[in-house]
């Protein structure tokens, strides 16, 4: 039986990459997304100058235009923009990554509960869900960030605070619809507990659309954790974000355009691949799209 399952699954699995090695777009989204995440674990080491990561200044070569020596340029400090934007990936990856770690699991726990004991327990979670949708996301994400102080780890909570009722109300559909599953009414006839039903039979049968979703996300948080750089209530300087090096030079526009241009070609590339991955794996994990 469990040599079956496992074939099973290889052959689901061998089915779902040749679906997505079919369409062109999602391959390039896997690449991009693979790059962004290469360059975001090796990117500080990589950087052809270091010291402009953590501070230095050379003000004798400011506002260089892009050249061999400087692929970027440099900005007003004569910091390398190439390094900076380099640097700079790793706090906005990982910084979109707590913040969609974050938000899916305390919105698939409140949605798995609320689905799957439903009564008072459904009321209070979707009310509180429905409380946080009446306040738009940034606008939340920027009061809790100007509350808590500057910092990573304040903003990733920050984000996270407006991010988990999607899920939440997602989860909580999917496991409505699961728990009337007759394997699920089987788990029960034998003596399952509710918790074993729901975290072994329910949830890991609702994991598709979640991962779909998570991938989606990534862009819109990297350009939330953007935002707040931005407007300067994220990440502070000298510790190089996306956000906050597009926030500095856009005084520098259009005179010295590449201290803005390059960030920002920076972010474009990480949302727009991790959006096409999310397409790509929308179409392979969807059921409703299997033939």
Same mark, same amino acid.
């Given at each position: 039986?469990?040599?079956?399952?496992?074939?099973?699954?290889?052959?689901?699995?061998?089915?779902?990459?040749?679906?997505?090695?079919?369409?062109?777009?999602?391959?390039?989204?896997?690449? *991009?997304?693979?790059?962004? *995440?290469?360059?975001? %674990?090796?990117?500080?080491?990589?950087?052809?100058?270091?010291?402009?990561?953590?501070?230095?200044?050379?003000?004798?070569?400011?506002?260089?235009?892009?050249?061999?020596?400087?692929?970027?340029?440099?900005?007003?400090?004569?910091?390398?923009?190439?390094?900076?934007?380099?640097?700079?990936?790793?706090?906005?990856?990982?910084?979109?990554?707590? =913040?969609?770690?974050?938000?899916?699991?305390?919105?698939?726990?409140?949605? &798995?509960? &609320?689905?799957?004991?439903?009564?008072?327990?459904?009321?209070?979670?979707?009310?509180?869900?429905?409380?946080?949708?009446?306040?738009?996301?940034?606008?939340?994400?920027?009061? %809790?960030?100007?509350?808590?102080?500057?910092?990573?780890?304040?903003?990733?909570?920050?984000?996270?605070?407006?991010?988990?009722?999607?899920?939440?109300?997602?989860?909580?559909?999917?496991?409505?619809?699961?728990?009337?599953?007759?394997? =699920?009414?089987?788990?029960?006839?034998?003596?399952?507990?509710?918790?074993?039903?729901?975290?072994?039979? =329910?949830?890991?049968?609702?994991?598709?659309?979640?991962?779909?979703?998570?991938?989606?996300?990534?862009?819109?948080?990297?350009?939330?954790?953007?935002?707040?750089?931005?407007?300067?209530?994220?990440?502070?300087?000298?510790?190089?974000?996306?956000?906050?090096?597009?926030? %500095?030079?856009?005084?520098?526009?259009?005179?010295?355009?590449?201290?803005?241009?390059?960030?920002?070609?920076?972010?474009?590339?990480?949302?727009?691949?991790?959006?096409?991955?999310?397409?790509?794996?929308?179409? %392979?994990?969807?059921?409703?799209?299997?033939?």
């Amino acid at each position: 039986m469990t040599e079956m399952t496992e074939s099973a699954r290889a052959y689901a699995f061998r089915r779902g990459w040749f679906r997505f090695r079919q369409s062109s777009l999602s391959m390039l989204g896997a690449v *991009l997304v693979l790059a962004i *995440l290469v360059l975001a %674990v090796i990117g500080p080491w990589i950087a052809p100058y270091p010291e402009h990561i953590v501070g230095g200044v050379d003000t004798a070569n400011r506002f260089q235009s892009p050249s061999l020596a400087h692929p970027f340029g440099t900005n007003e400090l004569g910091q390398d923009v190439f390094s900076l934007v380099l640097a700079g990936t790793r706090i906005s990856v990982l910084a979109g990554l707590g =913040v969609v770690l974050i938000g899916t699991i305390v919105g698939t726990l409140a949605g &798995a509960l &609320a689905g799957f004991f439903g009564g008072w327990a459904d009321e209070v979670l979707m009310r509180l869900a429905d409380l946080k949708l009446t306040v738009p996301g940034l606008i939340l994400a920027m009061a %809790v960030a100007a509350a808590l102080g500057p910092g990573l780890m304040n903003m990733i909570i920050a984000i996270a605070l407006s991010w988990w009722p999607g899920y939440a109300r997602l989860v909580r559909g999917e496991v409505i619809a699961r728990k009337e599953e007759v394997y =699920v009414t089987a788990a029960r006839a034998i003596g399952a507990s509710p918790s074993r039903v729901l975290f072994r039979h =329910v949830l890991p049968n609702i994991v598709s659309p979640i991962v779909v979703k998570m991938s989606l996300d990534m862009g819109f948080a990297i350009l939330t954790v953007a935002s707040l750089g931005f407007i300067g209530i994220g990440v502070r300087p000298p510790t190089p974000e996306w956000g906050t090096l597009l926030s %500095v030079s856009r005084s520098y526009m259009p005179d010295f355009w590449w201290t803005a241009v390059f960030p920002g070609l920076a972010m474009f590339v990480a949302i727009f691949g991790f959006n096409l991955l999310g397409d790509g794996l929308r179409d %392979v994990l969807d059921p409703r799209a299997r033939r």
